[in-house]
T-cell receptor
Framework: TQLLEQSPQFLSIQEGENLTVYCNSS?????LQWYRQEPGEGPVLLVT?????EVKKLKRLTFQFGDARKDSSLHITAAQPGDTGLYLC?????????FGKGTRLHILP | GAVVSQHPSWVICKSGTSVKIECRSL??????MFWYRQFPKQSLMLMAT?????????EQGVEKDKFLINHASLTLSTLTVTSAHPEDSSFYIC????????????FGPGTRLTVT
């Protein structure tokens, strides 16, 4: 059972454009994490959100946790080629981290 | 702080041989380490959880006799892929967590295994 659905699966946009990717589940999260993984490397934690309705900003990245704590979004403003990578959302469950399938983002220069 | 390393970063082995991958926490003691496998264009799938000094707990569908995990110290865990086959070719990533918080994991850079 896929606990986390991420959309879109792939996204290719021009440098300078804005984008939003989504992470959804039918169940409630106690917290949710977003990671970015570049090819040939391990994932790097970007943010953890824990409170329904919470918004966190990391430079041009804005993370939002849904009010019901079942969904989250990541918005990137003025995307740059350095933003290219696999964006993974993940939730905690039974002392483990469960990852979504990810959104593969490619920013064209 | 909280750096995790893996060795080797990539390895090529022949079918039928065994290969060992090391995961080290460089600046902290990790009571729990996790091993993940990632196939091309897919997400990370947890293979097993290992606690220092005890047997690893494997996820459903992961063969414990094929993927041997040893967590002999608080800074080192090893994954040995025994009798490797081409379908074992994958990106193997480990992570380590501090005592008491399995959800705060620090990930290694991964090991690319290719079995020919």
């Amino acid at each position: 059972t896929q606990l986390l659905e991420q959309s879109p699966q792939f996204l290719s946009i021009q440098e300078g454009e804005n984008l939003t990717v989504y992470c959804n589940s039918s169940s409630v999260f106690s917290s949710l994490q977003w990671y970015r993984q570049e090819p040939g490397e391990g994932p790097v934690l970007l943010v953890t959100v824990v409170t329904g309705g919470e918004v966190k900003k990391l430079k041009r990245l804005t993370f939002q946790f849904g009010d019901a704590r079942k969904d989250s979004s990541l918005h990137i403003t003025a995307a740059q080629p350095g933003d290219t990578g696999l964006y993974l959302c993940a939730r905690n469950r039974d002392d483990k981290i469960i990852f979504g399938k990810g959104t593969r983002l490619h920013i064209l220069p | 702080g909280a750096v995790v390393s893996q060795h080797p970063s990539w390895v090529i082995c022949k079918s039928g041989t065994s290969v060992k991958i090391e995961c080290r926490s460089l600046d902290f003691q990790a009571t729990t380490m996790f091993w993940y496998r990632q196939f091309p264009k897919q997400s990370l799938m947890l293979m097993a959880t290992s606690n220092e000094g005890s047997k690893a707990t494997y996820e459903q569908g992961v063969e414990k006799d094929k993927f041997l995990i040893n967590h002999a110290s608080l800074t080192l865990s090893t994954l040995t892929v025994t009798s490797a086959h081409p379908e074992d070719s994958s990106f193997y990533i480990c992570s380590a967590s501090l005592q008491g918080d399995p959800y705060e994991q620090y990930f290694g850079p991964g090991t690319r295994l290719t079995v020919t």
